[in-house]
């Protein structure tokens, strides 16, 4: 593993850029290289086939630039393709999944609405974690609502969440968990409807965590003593998509 070498992060757009600036916060050496994968968007309405495809594409472009390890800063991209790559590639592979497990710790007899992408919640890694700390959890798929944080179209994210949470006794909520990396960018909006009372939680500190330690592992880390750098790619060539990606780190 090259220690200079650049950290890969993918998302099927912009949602992963939360979790590159926890993994920059905790790793602020590293260079990462941030490839939004918005021309092939959503993935969490595509056929399963259809996003390994995507991913694949994705993974082959991170490895010509010699990332050392990749963050699939996607829950349904890791959901659908992680075990596979894992299988396939020889370098660190680290995934997101919804916190349902922390949730679960925080939970004091109320319930745990987990909004995710309708893959997400079907595929089998979230029945297994549902299967272990499901009590109380209600999983809310949410097709479109990624497609409205791409569009900064906050009005309607604001409606569509009203929309989906109106039917739960909100004071009965112990916690909310935002299953897609995209929805931390609707955090705000959301603890507007859900009052004080419930978390609201998503993975991207744990993952954060998780790379330091594997990083670690690996005697990986660059401690070049200077800051590290962030490039930003996407399938989409427009200028546009980067300047938004870059003011959503900033
Ligand atoms: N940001 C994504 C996730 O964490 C994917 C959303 C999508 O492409 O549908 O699931």
Redesign the pocket.
Known sequence: MGNQNPVGVF???V??IGTLSALRRELPQEDFLYFGDTLH?????KPREEVMACVTRVMTHLLSNHVKAVVIA???ATAVAAKELRETYDLPILG?EPALKPAHALRHGGSILVL??PM?LRLEKFQQLYARYGEGAIPLPCPGL?ELVEQEANEQARRYLLELLHPYDLRTVDAVVLG???YPFLRGAIRRIVGRRPEIIDGSYGIAMQLRRRLEAADGLNESGVRGTVTFENSLDEPEILALSRALLD
Request: aromatic fraction near 4%.
């Open positions: 998302d099927s757009g949602g992963g968007a959503p993935y969490g309405t996607c829950n349904t997101m995710a992408t997400t990624m897609c990396t995209h």
